[in-house]
């Protein structure tokens, strides 16, 4: 009953190919890569020690790749771009991430507020707790 070609139109057939010619793979990789080597930084430096070579180069690392992130993403085309620059002017763009980050902000909060009483009210471990969550 429902045609096939709903939803086609004449000139919107691609090859396979022209999807991956416009993907954003460097700036995908350093991004990737990046944010890979600041969690690992981060959650190392509570152990291994905030002044720890290791730990001090994977940040630094990290940060100088992040900036080189941003940067490659004005050299392409804003078409091709994964981030396009023109995305930071928008108009009320800070007011739209503020508000996406309300819930999160929200969770975390939640989640240390039981995480305290799991505790203290109904002296749960802090194993228990972290299975709770």
Known sequence: ???????E???????KGAKW??????GIGILTVSFILLIFAVTSGS?????SPVVLILLIISIIMIAGFFYW?????A???AIPPRTWFYNNFSVLFATALLPSFWWSGVMFIFSIMWQTVFHWSVMSTAVHM
Do not use: F, N, Y
């Open 79 to 81: 078409d091709r771009a």
């Open 47 to 51: 152990t291994d020690g905030w002044k």
């Open 73 to 77: 993403e004005t050299l392409l085309p």
């Open 21 to 26: 010619k416009s993907l954003d793979l460097v």
């Open 9 to 15: 139109t004449a000139g919107s057939r691609k090859h």
């Open 1 to 7: 009953m429902i045609p096939s070609q709903i939803g």
